[in-house]
């Protein structure tokens, strides 16, 4: 295990392309478990536009999936998200609100 400060972790395709950053003020590395948990200011963001903000996220790299159990804001261009807790890709296209789901502006409903 790793504890570290001022995380910093970058987020890549398959082939290697950057889209996507992950920023904390602290953060736990488990080398053998491959996961990654940041604390305090976490923010992801992705080349979209997205943003995420939280006191706590998971990066479970095997999975290729970002989590929290504790509130959340997502921020994109014409929309906001909000909720407490949350699974999501690193890339924020697929967000899943555990509990309390709030939001504003337009959203596309699946299958329209």
């Not at 001022?6 to 996507?20: H, L, Q």
């Not at 790299?61 to 504790?70: I, L, R």
């Amino acid at each position: 295990r790793y504890v570290l400060k001022n995380v910093r972790t970058t987020f890549n395709t398959a082939e290697g392309v950057k889209n996507g950053t992950m920023k904390a003020d602290r953060g736990k590395y488990n080398l053998r478990q491959q996961v990654l948990e940041g604390f305090g200011n976490v923010v992801i963001t992705n080349t979209e536009g997205r943003k995420l903000t939280s006191p706590y996220v998971k990066y479970n790299q095997a999975m290729n999936e970002v989590s929290s159990d504790t509130t959340f804001t997502m921020v994109e261009p014409g929309r906001t998200l909000s909720g407490i807790g949350f699974k999501a890709d690193p890339q924020l296209q697929h967000v899943n609100v555990l509990r309390s789901p709030r939001g504003q502006g337009s959203f596309t409903l699946p299958g329209q």
